[in-house]
T-cell receptor
């Protein structure tokens, strides 16, 4: 296992189009997180899954955004009717968390850079 | 609500000199603090964490951080900087030990000059 994989690395789309990103976490990790990072800012939390259940969503996740993790493995993040303000790096991270496994930090993917023109 | 401040946008240091990247935090309850580094066009890489115990935490690549509860600070340090340490550094706080979402600081760009 080589870590968290995100595809595509870059995406350029026209305003109003829909886009979908994929994240493949480390295989034994039960938690998967999505963050958004705009230029010059730290990552901002969007949502996270424990297995296939989406447990928390940020207010940043408008109704144009939807995330899924149907089998508790890979996840997709879809943005509908993209706007220029959606241009950002979308980061995925995963971790293994449980009763006897406290958090030791996430493993991040390299991100998908979205440019909306 | 949690928050993290990194008061310096940019830190410049000469190679071989000690470096400090500052972080202060605000959290209710016990803080769980982390440092991450980001190289250009890459994801964030974990450097070190403070959960409990010793206030001086040692991490990857020779970095360490000192937790100071009275000053609510968690500054990142390295005794001797390398040019390859030049990157973007993020401090983050988690509200618990079980992976609730992190709140990241805005980042500090470290430039190590040869």
């Amino acid at each position: 296992d080589t870590g968290v994989s995100q595809n595509p690395r870059h995406k350029i789309t026209k305003r109003g189009q829909n886009v979908t990103f994929r994240c493949d976490p480390i295989s034994e990790h039960n938690r998967l997180y999505w963050y958004r990072q705009t230029l010059g800012q730290g990552p901002e939390f969007l949502t996270y899954f424990q297995n296939e259940a989406q447990l928390e969503k940020s207010r940043l996740l408008s109704d144009r955004f939807s995330a899924e993790r149907p089998k508790g493995s890979f996840s997709t993040l879809e943005i509908q009717r993209t706007e220029q303000g959606d241009s950002a790096m979308y980061l995925c991270a995963s971790s293994l968390v449980g009763e006897r496994r406290p958090l030791y930090g996430y493993t991040f993917g390299s991100g998908t850079r979205l440019t909306v023109v | 609500a949690q928050s993290v401040a990194q008061p310096e946008d940019q830190v410049n240091v000469a190679e071989g000199n000690p470096l400090t990247v500052k972080c202060t935090y605000s959290v209710s309850g016990n803080p769980y603090l982390f440092w991450y580094v980001q190289y250009p066009n890459r994801g964030l890489q974990f450097l070190l964490k403070y959960i409990t115990g010793d206030n001086l935490v040692k991490g990857s690549y020779g970095f360490e951080a000192e937790f100071n509860k009275s000053q609510t600070s968690f500054h990142l340090k390295k005794p001797s900087a390398l040019v390859s340490d030049s990157a973007l550094y993020f401090c983050a706080v988690s509200p618990d030990n079980y992976g609730q979402n992190f709140v990241f600081g805005p980042g500090t760009r470290l430039s190590v000059l040869p």
